[in-house]
Every structure is written in structure tokens, then in C-alpha cells.
């Protein structure tokens, strides 16, 4: 089969795209007729957590925009810190590019909406890589396996994370990269390096685990172009990738720039659970068991003794597996195709070979990138799948290509429509489990305003337990004090007071003062309310039944009233009483644990040095008092932050010591080290004990003086 000339098949892109949209509306039913209230999926684990974090995303990306101010830094949550959200998974470019539907019609719009897009133009983008190669029937066969496959299907009902169904902008990198490479006096080749950029871009702006797994491919695809010219076209592929490389510099430097320095500042990116990336690889038989979602047979194999650990989002597929081994045979221009299909297949499997859930400790070529720089921050592996699937997809056309040669037109569109309906009655999906998610009747009638939510149990060690609260502020609005960061994102407002007793399950739970109680420290704070969530069925962790009077007791000691201001099966709401604000200390990063000298005696060590926040109501003159005890002798405790360094000496042994500061209104963030280097309890006492300390701090309070 021929491809068509370039002018005919740009006229198809409608109908190619109308096809391939008609598919994701077919495959995710009844979606289309609960767009603006449902989210493919139902309950799991602890809810839709990654469709409802993506479903914020989507929501801040339009609230920033109104405002305007910078998307990448939010005040909404982990008030009032508020993060920034360059390790997020915001996937700007799917956010931006729906925003209008998000504005007008809902965040929950606005992510049905990506997941047609990913049909329609994943689709299209497939249909325009193969085509080139195999003709317009054929590369139809294409689309079809990668829009239909289990991989991406599972990422957009199973697990709801946009940034790894939106697959769309992937063909078209490789097919303009593909493009690129041909030698030819007739190729536009400037445009198609420039495209390639383009896309590439377009990628990384979506998800930096499909850009460095495309960078990897590429390396192979030029590796593979310049054995096959046997380098005799090395200068010409320099000058044109080049171009395409800086295009790609330019259009990520807005992202790759800010990310750089915070890197350079701090490691939360780099702490990832310990169990990654080996738990999130792909299991060798999870590319032969049907996939979980499958409408007719999904269940059928846990009576076939697969384990519950084969995440089988990987399926290949008989058809598939079949049309791909005619191409390897008929077709010589599929075979690189092959190897790139089983090459990232191996990749997917992580550093040791999984079956049936279990670890056979065989070890595979993952294990040699793994520790890698930038490589080692990607915990799953198993997303090389999504590669695995476009080679499929070129297999297959390649393979019904070859199959269609000899047959009559008719013949053929017969061919094609009947190996279509087999790939799709292995995939099948349909019809498709929804949700639409609740909002406690509490929050969805709350009056707009920029009070904080302080909302309970805090969930510091698994965010994604506070996904469903950030589904529940894109209809309220209000700053809260938690969130679902993609990574294990710094969380110093649980050291503000009230936030930290609540943490401890005690008042006065820590070294700093609450001049005034809480009352007069949540009114510095701006917070509101107090809830504490009950638990739902099939929700995130909240407050059990056992553990609600403990709440009670504790929240209305804390802000002397006698009852909640509001109660039902949601939720246990306390509005914040009227006080005259007063200074805070917030103990933000650095600190050793809380530990007990004596009886009402608190204390911290410093162990190198630490950090604490004031925040004050009006700016002034104010009195910083605490008590200290320098380990191993005397000690100058340095501060910095708030103007001059302030250098004070410390005396050996416990004294008090009081020092005046002029303070801005809000939050100063001050840093405390000392000149001498730490020493440790097992130097000072021989009692084994390594920790690094410095100064060991009670009672630090704050107190105004003058105001300005």
C-alpha cells in the first residue's frame, strides 16, 4: 500500500480526527452524557485522589489566571506557606489549553475534556506516523491500538492522572523527528526540525516522564539513522537536530529554570518512598493477562492465579501480538519498530524481573539507568510502556498493510474493519464506571472570603489522602492548610500553633509560646474554621468514631467554646471566636524532635540549624525571649533573616535571654546556626547518642513592644 499524496491526506485530518474522537466518546460510556458532573472511575484506595488533584489543577490554572498571578505559586494551599508547584504535576499546557472550558463549564469539563483531546489528537498523531509509511487504512489500525490500549485507558479511569493519559503530543514528536532525519532535496526539513522542537516541547510541558523516555528513544532512533547512512549524513543531522534542540531549550527554559534553582535549594524532590521505582514496575505477566478494566473478561483471570500485583494496564493483546509478528516477518522497514517495542517493553519490566508478583531477582538493563542523574528522580518505569504501545501501533500497521496488499479495495476495507472490531473487543472497556464527587453541604454553602480552612487529621507522610479537601476548595475557594503535592513538597505550617497541638493530640505541645491561646493566633493566621472529617466509606483516612471525642475535647479546650459550630455526617466544623490578634513563632525546618526535661519543661536542640517564622499583625519593635542551653560550653547562636545578622553569646548552662527585632507585617522567616560546629551526646556523655547538637532551646516567645 501507498501512501496518499500529502495534500489528499491533510484533507482527511477532520475526518480522522472526528473518527478517533467518536472512538474516545464510544470507549469512555456514558461519560459524554455526565461531562460536566462525573469523572471516569470509581472509588478506590482512598478515592479518586490523582483525578481530583488533577481536577485542582485544572481549577488554580483558571483561579490564577483571573487573578492574574504566577500559576506556578499557590496560596491555597499548605496555608499559610503555600507551595510552589514546579515538581507538581500541573501539566500546563493541558490546564492552558482547556481553561476556557474549565472557566465556563467546570474543572470537571475541563478534564473530560483533555481525555477527548487525548483520543482525537493521540489518534490523529498515530494516523499521520503510520500513514507515511503504511497508507490511510492501515494507520487508522494504529490509532486504534494507541488511543484503545489498556495503558492509557487504565491511566485515565483507573488512576485519573492527566499528565500521563494526555499521550496525545507523542506521535507527532516522533513523526516530525522522524522526518527530520530523511535526507531528501525536496524535505522541508527546517520546518520539521522546528516541529520537532515544537512538540517535544509540547511534551514536556505536559509530563518530564514522557520528555526523558522520548530522549531516550531519540538517541536510539539517531543511533539507528546514522548505522543505517553509516554516518555518512552525521553533519547534516547535527545542523537539523540543532535546531530542534533549540527550540526545545527555549520553550522549556520557563520551567527547566525555576526547577534548577529549586533543586539547588533544597532535596524534597529527590525523597521518594523506598519501595519505588521496583513496586512500580511492570510485571512480565501483565502483558498477557487481559486488562482489569475489560468489560467482558476483566475478572475472569484472579481464578487463573494471577496475583492482585500484576497491574494489568499492560495487556498486549492476541491481534496485536499477531499483526505484529506478520510486519517483523513481511515487512524488513518494521523491524527497528520491533526491537524499539521490545527494548522499551525490557525497560518498563525495572532493574530486576517481575512475574506473577513476585521478584525473580534476574537483573535487566533498567538496573545500568537507574541511578542516573535527572533518570533517578522517574520512579516508574512502567510508563516505557506507553512507547511499547506506539511501536505496537506501528507493528500493526505494518502487518495489515502487508496482509491488504494482495486484496481487492473491498477486500480490504473488510480486513481493516475486522481486525479493528477484534483489537477492540480485546481492549474493550466500555461501558465505563463514573463518579461524581460529593462536597460536604458545610463548604459548598460557605460565603466566599479568604478565611482558611484548618482542616484535620493532617496526612503530612501521604498527601493524597488531601485530594479529596483540594476537589472540595474548587468550590469553596478558601485557603486550607493541607494539600496533595506531587512530591514530598515541605509542610512548616503544621509547626504554627493550634496546627502543631493538633498534630501533638495535646495543648501547649511545643517549645513555642501562645500568647493569647489560639483563638488570638488563628486570627493572626487568618483561619476561620476548624474541621475534622469523619470517615467516609471507600474516602481518605479521617477522624474514626473512636477518635471524634479526643477531637472535640482538645479543638474546644483550644479555643474555649463549648460545642461545634456545625455538625453533620461530613463533618465537625468550629468557627474561630473574635480575639485581638497576637505575635506567632512558627518552628518551621531543622528542629530535633520535641523532648521533655521536666515536668511543663519543653524543649528542641538545634541540631545545625534551623529555621523559625514570625508573623506578626502590625509591624514594630518586638521582644524575642527563650531559653538555651549550648551543648559542650559556650556558643554564639547566629540569626539571619530579618536585616544585619544578629550574633548573640551564649553563656555554658541554662539562661534566659531576650533580644529586640523590628518586624514587618506577615511573615519573616529567620535562620539560627551557631559559629562553633555541632557536637554530639555520646562526645559530651559517652551515651551512644550521634545526633548532631548545637543549642538546646524552651519557652521561645514573642511579645510586642512599639508598634511602627
Known amino acids: 500500500m501507498k501512501a496518499n499524496p500529502p495534500t489528499q491526506h491533510v484533507r482527511r485530518w477532520p475526518l480522522v480526527l472526528a473518527f478517533y474522537l467518536l ?105 499521520l506516523l503510520a500513514r507515511e509509511h503504511t497508507g490511510d487504512g492501515p494507520a487508522l489500525l494504529a490509532g486504534i491500538v494507541y488511543v484503545a490500549s489498556p495503558f492509557h485507558l487504565a491511566a485515565l479511569i483507573t488512576d485519573g492522572q492527566l499528565q500521563i493519559f494526555a499521550l496525545h503530543w507523542l506521535p507527532w514528536y516522533i513523526h516530525f523527528l522522524l522526518k527530520t532525519l530523511v535526507v531528501s532535496a525536496s524535505r522541508r526539513t527546517t520546518r520539521d526540525a522546528m516541529l520537532t522542537g515544537i512538540f517535544l516541547t509540547l511534551i514536556a510541558w505536559t509530563d518530564w516522564y514522557y520528555t526523558l523516555f522520548l530522549l531516550i528513544f531519540s538517541v536510539g532512533v539517531v543511533a539507528w539513522a546514522l548505522w543505517r547512512t553509516r554516518g555518512s549524513h552525521m553533519l547534516v543531522y547535527v545542523g537539523r537536530l540543532a535546531r530542534s534542540a533549540a527550540v526545545f531549550t527555549l520553550g522549556v527554559a520557563p520551567l527547566l529554570l525555576p526547577m534548577g534553582l529549586e533543586a539547588a535549594q533544597t532535596d524534597y524532590m529527590t525523597l521518594l518512598p523506598a519501595a519505588d521505582p521496583a513496586r512500580l514496575s511492570a510485571d512480565l505477566l501483565a502483558y498477557l493477562t487481559p486488562p482489569r478494566l475489560h468489560a467482558f473478561w476483566g475478572g475472569a483471570p484472579w481464578a487463573w492465579g494471577v496475583s492482585y500485583g500484576v497491574n494489568r494496564r499492560f495487556f498486549l493483546g492476541l491481534t496485536v501480538v499477531m499483526l505484529a509478528l506478520v510486519a517483523l516477518w513481511r515487512r524488513p522497514a518494521a523491524r527497528p519498530w520491533g526491537f524499539a517495542a521490545i527494548a522499551c517493553g525490557v525497560l518498563s519490566l525495572g532493574a530486576t524481573l517481575r512475574f506473577n508478583g513476585s521478584d525473580t531477582g534476574v537483573p535487566l538493563p533498567y538496573a545500568l539507568l537507574a541511578n542516573l542523574p535527572i533518570v533517578r528522580l522517574t520512579r516508574q518505569p512502567d510508563r516505557f510502556n506507553v512507547l511499547v504501545t506506539l511501536a505496537l501501533g506501528m507493528l500493526v500497521a505494518y502487518g495489515v498493510a502487508a496482509l491488504g496488499k494482495p486484496l481487492a479495495p473491498r477486500r480490504r476495507f473488510a480486513l481493516i474493519a475486522g481486525l479493528a472490531a477484534l483489537i477492540l473487543v480485546e481492549y474493550w472497556p466500555a461501558p465505563i464506571v463514573t463518579r461524581a464527587p460529593s462536597v460536604p453541604p458545610f463548604l459548598a454553602a460557605l460565603p466566599p472570603g479568604d478565611g ?189 533573616g530579618f536585616g544585619p545578622a544578629v550574633a548573640v553569646p551564649l553563656a555554658a548552662g541554662e539562661r534566659r535571654y531576650s533580644l529586640l527585632v523590628r518586624l514587618p507585617v506577615g511573615r519573616t522567616s529567620v535562620r539560627l546556626s551557631t559559629a562553633e560546629p555541632p557536637t554530639t551526646g555520646d562526645v559530651l556523655a559517652g551515651n551512644g547518642d550521634l545526633r548532631p547538637l548545637s543549642v538546646r532551646f524552651d519557652h521561645l516567645g514573642l511579645s510586642r513592644i512599639a508598634s511602627e
Do not use: C
Request: hydrophobic share 45%; proline share 11%; aromatic share 12%.
Open 452 to 640: 482558611a480552612l484548618l482542616e484535620y487529621p493532617f496526612h503530612p507522610d501521604l498527601t493524597y489522602r488531601d485530594a479529596e479537601r483540594m476537589f472540595f476548595q474548587t468550590v469553596h475557594g478558601h485557603p486550607i492548610s493541607g494539600g496533595y503535592h506531587s512530591r514530598a513538597y515541605p509542610q512548616p505550617q503544621l509547626g504554627l500553633p493550634a496546627l502543631r497541638d493538633l498534630l501533638a493530640g495535646r495543648l501547649a505541645s511545643d517549645i513555642a509560646l501562645e500568647p493569647g491561646g489560639w483563638p488570638a493566633a488563628l486570627q493572626t493566621l487568618g483561619y476561620s474554621h476548624i474541621l475534622g472529617y469523619k470517615q467516609q466509606p471507600l474516602g481518605p483516612l479521617a477522624l474514626q468514631p473512636a477518635d471524634e471525642a479526643a477531637f472535640r475535647a482538645l479543638v474546644e479546650a483550644g479555643l474555649g467554646v463549648a460545642a461545634p459550630t456545625y455538625e453533620d455526617n461530613w463533618l465537625i466544623a468550629y468557627a474561630v471566636p473574635p480575639a485581638a490578634p497576637a505575635p506567632v513563632v512558627q518552628l518551621r525546618t531543622g528542629w530535633g524532635a520535641v523532648e521533655p526535661l521536666a515536668p511543663g519543661l519543653l524543649t528542641r536542640w538545634l541540631p545545625v540549624s534551623a529555621e523559625l517564622g514570625f508573623i506578626v499583625p502590625t509591624p514594630g519593635v518586638y521582644r524575642l525571649s527563650f531559653g538555651a542551653f549550648p551543648a559542650g560550653g559556650p556558643r554564639t547562636l547566629r540569626l539571619t
Open 23 to 127: 472512538l474516545g466518546l464510544v470507549l469512555t460510556w456514558p461519560l459524554a452524557t455526565r461531562f460536566s458532573t462525573d469523572l471516569p472511575g470509581g472509588a478506590h484506595k482512598d478515592g479518586l485522589e490523582d483525578a481530583l488533584q488533577n481536577v485542582w489543577n485544572l481549577w488554580w490554572t483558571v483561579a490564577a489566571l483571573a487573578r492574574p498571578s504566577n500559576p506556578w505559586f499557590t496560596d491555597r494551599l499548605f496555608y499559610p506557606d503555600g507551595p510552589n508547584l514546579f515538581y507538581h504535576t500541573l501539566s500546563p499546557i493541558n490546564t492552558l489549553m482547556v481553561a476556557p472550558i474549565t472557566a465556563w463549564w467546570g474543572p470537571i469539563a475541563g478534564f473530560n475534556t483533555v481525555a477527548l483531546i487525548s483520543f482525537a489528537l493521540g489518534g490523529l498523531g498515530m494516523w
